[in-house]
């Protein structure tokens, strides 16, 4: 009695629309938009990163200080050229990095706004953004290491592996993800055959 109750007090109530997650229209097509302005920002920042890289090649840095401040106040640093290369290629690196992950993400959702999520193509998509982020994770771990220890002793601090979890668990989950996809294009594939 009390759950017929409920179905005729939940059928009472209004439809809230609600956004359909795939197709035109769609949820889908509003992230899509949203990851094409956020791929041509990024792709953008990466040629501006590369310009800058190339401009402080002949850039004097003789007189040039850099200021760090801490908890225990602050202090001035000659600004070394392989320190700035070393930061602005680094820049360079991780921006046009995650400008490749956009680029995939956006033809997942291209896919996606067409009704098609389980596309063959999906799944190597997936595998490039766990690659391209397990080598931004590594990366990003070794160089902040190797920066610590060489280029500013003192300055940067080394991350241990307690900071590799999080992304080390991001990069699990797309690869299941693509083995998801892999197998939901392995059964429209066979659907497809039985048909």
Not at 44 to 72: G, H, K, Q, R
Not at 148 to 158: E, F, N, Q, S, V
């Amino acid at each position: 009695m009390p759950l017929q109750s409920l179905k005729a007090r939940l059928n009472g109530l209004p439809r809230i629309p609600l956004f359909r997650a795939l197709g035109h229209g769609s949820l889908s097509t509003v992230l899509k938009i949203a990851l094409d302005v956020a791929f041509w920002v990024l792709l953008l920042a990466t040629a501006v990163c590369l310009l800058a890289l190339v401009a402080s090649m002949f850039i004097p840095t003789e007189n040039l200080n850099l200021t760090i401040s801490d908890d225990s106040g602050g202090r001035q640093l000659p600004l070394t050229k392989p320190l700035m290369l070393f930061a602005i290629g680094s820049a360079a690196a991780y921006v046009g990095a995650f400008t490749l992950i956009l680029r995939s993400l956006r033809l997942i959702f291209r896919t996606l706004t067409q009704g098609d999520p389980f596309h063959p193509q999906n799944v190597r998509r997936l595998r490039q953004v766990g690659v391209i982020l397990a080598v931004v994770t590594g990366g990003v771990w070794f160089f902040q290491g190797m920066a610590a220890a060489r280029l500013a002793p003192g300055i940067l601090d080394r991350q241990g592996p307690g900071e590799l979890l999080t992304p080390a668990f991001s990069v699990l989950v797309v690869f299941v993800l693509a083995e998801v996809f892999r197998e939901g294009a392995r059964l429209r594939r066979e659907s497809e055959l039985t048909i």
